[in-house]
């Protein structure tokens, strides 16, 4: 076998080569360092497909009953209805099975995501983007983990907490990760006089901006981000700006945005 250099290669060789060691060609390419931690798929809850086969067969039962006192249209019609079930439980069970095949592993440096049929994905904490669409603001408060992961290339993958278990683990993991490895690079570029871009806001010594309106930070009173939204209070006046889903590393920009506030210049 020649050994793929070149994310192409690694996902042509796919039908051949063990997933495991996709997985570390993968991490050998994008030079992510030691392997750290694995998280499996959720497992498989076979609840709704017991379901479906409980339904089909009372289903079935009535019509071969209807159909044996002699209304045979109506019991043909009930057991064409009972396949429905049994075809709801087949897809489910397809969707099972590929899933069981799903894995994401932590690395020094990143981050790979494969699911059942598709690529294997690298992510590197340098120069990954992560949109989280609920941010957990007290360890008690219930979150439902959903994060979306882009790199350089146009490389994609969105993880949830419903195909991959231990969720609250990975999400904090690949938060911190990113956070402490590029949040040193954004610091430097605001105190060089720079603007930080994070989707439609951008941090400047000077102010906040959204979109082209600039806010600032004299006038930035607080900044909240607990209703979904990331909202700013401006001489007592909340004012919306963009849903927190949509801010790419919204923890870097958050820490960013807080120390601003808390010292502006001048």
């Not at 497992?43 to 209807?66: E, H, K, L, S």
């Amino acid at each position: 076998m020649i050994t793929p250099n070149r994310p192409e290669d690694v996902a042509d060789t796919r039908h051949t080569v063990p997933l495991t060691q996709l997985i570390h060609l993968m991490a050998e390419y994008q030079q992510l360092g030691a392997h750290r931690d694995t998280f499996l798929a959720t497992p498989a809850d076979d609840t709704f497909v017991r379901g479906c086969g409980i339904i089909a067969g009372c289903i079935a039962t009535i019509g071969v009953i209807v159909a044996g006192v002699g209304g045979w249209q109506g019991g043909v019609a009930l057991l064409v209805l009972a396949g429905a079930p049994v075809l709801l439980a087949l897809h489910r069970g397809m969707i099972n099975r590929q899933n069981r095949a799903a894995r994401i592993d932590l690395f020094d440096h990143g981050v790979t995501v494969y699911r059942s049929g598709q690529r294997v994905a690298g992510f590197r904490w340098d120069s990954t983007e992560v949109r989280q669409h609920a941010i957990p603001f007290h360890d008690t408060t219930p979150v439902t983990y959903l994060l979306e992961l882009s790199g350089p290339g146009g490389v994609e993958a969105t993880i949830d907490e419903e195909g991959f278990a231990r969720a609250r683990e990975w999400a904090r993991a690949i938060q911190s990760a990113v956070t402490a490895t590029q949040l040193p690079v954004a610091v430097a570029a605001i105190d060089n006089g720079e603007t930080v871009a994070f989707g439609d806001l951008s941090l400047s010594l000077d102010a906040l901006t959204f979109r082209d309106e600039a806010l600032s930070w004299e006038a930035v009173q607080l900044i909240d981000a607990r209703s979904g939204h990331i909202r700013v209070k401006l001489s007592g006046v909340w004012m919306s700006l963009a849903p927190v889903g949509t801010i790419p590393n919204f923890y870097i920009f958050n820490e960013l945005a807080e120390r601003l506030r808390l010292t502006p210049v001048g």
